[in-house]
C-alpha cells in the first residue's frame, strides 16, 4: 500500500494474495523517526473474540487526551543540540549564526559606550 496517509490503512476484503510484509513509517518535517514492519498473513475469517478486539482498539484509536494529558514537544536545550549528531537543522544553524552575530554586535557597541563614556571626562 503504497503512499498511504492517516492513522488508518485497509485491505477489504483482505485475500490471500494480500499476505506479506508491510511497513508503516512515522515522519516528521521530511525524515523517518520510527519505521515498524508487519507481516500479514490472510488465513481465513477472524476468530470470534478477534471481532470484540478489533472493536477495543477502534475505540483506543478514538480517543483523544484530555488538554491537561497533552504531551509537551521535545525542545531540546543547546547543548543537547550540539551533544546531538544531526540535531542541528540548517534553519536551527541560521539561528545559532544569527544569535552568535547579534551578541558580538552587542559586545562591541557596549564595548564603544563605555570607552566613550570613560574617556570622555578627560
Do not use: K
Not at 26 to 31: D, F, G, S, T, Y
Not at 39 to 53: A, D, K
Amino acid at each position: 500500500m503504497a503512499g498511504a496517509r492517516g492513522n488508518v490503512a485497509r485491505i477489504r476484503p483482505a485475500q490471500p494474495q494480500h499476505r506479506g510484509t508491510f511497513s508503516c513509517e512515522i515522519l516528521h518535517e521530511q525524515r523517518p523517526l520510527a519505521r515498524l514492519y508487519f507481516f500479514l498473513n490472510v488465513t481465513g475469517p477472524p476468530p470470534r473474540g478477534e471481532t470484540e478486539l478489533q472493536v477495543s482498539f477502534r475505540e483506543v484509536l478514538r480517543w483523544a487526551p484530555r488538554e491537561m494529558e497533552m504531551v509537551e514537544p521535545w525542545r531540546p536545550s543547546l547543548g543537547e543540540l550540539l551533544a546531538t549528531p544531526g540535531a542541528l537543522t540548517p534553519s536551527n544553524q541560521c539561528l545559532l549564526a544569527a544569535a552568535v552575530a547579534f551578541l558580538s554586535a552587542s559586545l562591541v557597541l557596549l564595548g564603544w559606550v563605555f570607552f566613550r563614556w570613560y574617556f570622555s571626562d578627560s
